[in-house]
């Protein structure tokens, strides 16, 4: 982000740590961890005894500085707020990893369950820039012997060393010779192939062991995670943890054929086989997408090279990122905006306009490629599980408002008071969100945070 020590900024940090209610100020930062784009809201919370009306305390965001509560914003985006990006990193650490040796209500017998990391790729969409490594020496990135050129006059090849942050990384040899209306396509139908390839998974598991799809639910339960990642070329892959249990999931074990010789190959046998048809219009004829040739399946152990605490922080991390490493945008496209003249990758923006055409056609709209062009065309969630994989995200953050509520009874507008014992009224409107530069950079400092690394608005209280 640009420097933002200007005169405006440190007129603005002079201006809040000079503030009558500086204190009061900075124990909000500090309960919101440093959250880059608090939500401000204004209003009160009155307890009341339930049996004759009694007022027994009220809190009010009137002796609040600006009049105003700031709440963390709870974003998972770590280029929007890298403190609440942090706790949604570490929750879904927890979630994946209780998973794969138990904890947070799931038992460890957890642990023996057979389990597999998965990494499910797209399929090439036309040659790009890579970083091509081998022993640990970086190779040319597309070298060719006998040259040659594509059918717009472009070299085919290319015997430069990419380094790991050269901006090259991703973008086409040739772009016109890029596919890419397959590549948005296939984003947008990415999570249609992950369901398919789920219910096609369990009916091979179920065919390989002589049992109907019914009759297998009866002695088997197959339980993911999934977390989806952007390559620099603008696609998407998905990541998977993919276990085995009993019929009610991780309390149960798994019936004794259920290996994980027996899940890799049932895993092999559905990707290879699944596909789906785009929409057919007068303009885009249909394409069948499919998963890419490369397929990684590595079993998950205690003791072996993939272990629990790996993958765990392996998906964990990816939780927290969308689409920057294309270079696109970090938010969604307005009507105002004008596509050449946005600060973003060529190849971004290419994609983007082709979502922007594609999703103007009628037969295309359920695709809503419009709506997600900043995105590329993927609008799926980012990590999601199946129902028995293990605890849920909205229990961990139940667990931390309650200790946030305990620990912090004043400054987040509650009291320690039990819910069932006590009548609560309340009233919150939203005013505003953000944080201005010179109270970013307080903020920043007070709480030891980074800055986020796209520029934020201007926050407001009013």
């Known amino acids: 982000m640009p420097n933002p020590l200007t005169r405006h900024a440190i007129n603005g940090m002079v201006a809040r740590y000079n ?18 784009q608090p939500v401000h809201l204004r209003g009160k919370v009155e307890y009341r005894d339930p ?23 709870k974003t998972r985006r770590a280029s929007r707020c890298p403190s609440c990006a942090e706790t949604y990193r570490a929750n879904t650490y927890q979630l994946i990893r209780a998973g794969l040796i138990g904890g947070k209500g799931v038992p460890t017998e957890v642990a023996e369950h057979p389990a597999v990391f998965l990494t499910l790729t797209a399929p090439s969409f036309g040659a790009v820039h890579s970083l091509c490594m081998k022993s640990g020496q970086v190779l040319r990135c597309r070298p060719r012997r006998k040259g040659g050129t594509c059918p717009h006059g472009r070299s085919v ?14 973008e086409p040899i040739c772009p016109d010779c890029y596919d890419h209306t397959g590549s948005v396509l296939f984003n947008a139908l990415a ?39 952007y390559q620099r070329r603008g696609v998407v892959h998905f990541h998977a943890i993919i276990r085995l249990d009993g019929p009610n999931g991780p309390t149960t074990q798994p019936p004794g054929w259920a290996t994980l010789d027996h899940l890799a190959s049932a895993i092999t046998e559905a990707a290879r086989h699944i596909t789906v048809a785009t929409p057919d219009a007068a303009e885009q004829p249909s394409i069948t997408l499919a998963w890419g040739t490369e397929l990684d399946i590595r ?67 359920g695709l809503r490629l419009t709506a997600w062009a900043h995105m590329l065309g993927f609008r799926g969630h980012f990590s999601t599980k199946s129902r028995a994989y293990s605890t849920t995200l909205a229990t961990l953050r ?34 505003g969100q ?17 800055l986020p690394t796209t520029g934020q608005p201007e926050g407001h209280a009013a």
């Open 157 to 170: 090849a290319c015997n430069e060393r990419h380094s790991a942050d050269d901006p090259q990384l991703g």
């Open 19 to 36: 503030d009558p209610h500086y204190d009061r100020w900075a124990a909000q930062v500090r309960r919101t961890g440093g959250c880059a």
């Open 51 to 73: 049996l004759n009306g009694t007022l027994l305390h009220r809190y009010t965001t009137a002796n609040e500085p600006g009049g105003v509560l700031r709440v963390a914003c």
């Open 398 to 431: 139940a667990a931390r408002a309650e200790y946030q509520r305990t620990e912090h009874p004043v400054t987040t507008g509650r009291l320690p008071f039990e819910d069932d014992t006590v009548l609560v009224t309340s009233h919150w409107a939203y005013v």
């Open 434 to 450: 953000g944080l201005t530069t010179g109270e970013a950079l307080l903020a920043a400092a007070i709480t030891a945070t980074r």
């Open 191 to 229: 999570p249609e192939l992950w369901r398919r390839f789920t219910i096609r998974l369990r009916r091979v598991l179920a065919r390989n062991c002589g049992l109907s799809v019914k009759e297998l639910g009866q002695v088997l339960k197959v339980s993911f995670a999934k977390v989806a990642e």
């Open 299 to 365: 079993p998950i152990t205690a003791s072996g090279d993939l272990t629990e605490q790996a993958v765990a922080g392996y998906v964990a991390k990816y939780a927290t990122k969308a689409a920057e490493c294309v270079g696109t945008l970090d938010r969604r496209l307005r009507p105002t905006d004008d596509l050449d003249q946005l600060d973003i990758r060529p190849h971004a923006r290419r994609l983007i306009a082709e979502c922007l055409r594609l999703g103007a056609l009628p037969e295309l709209e």
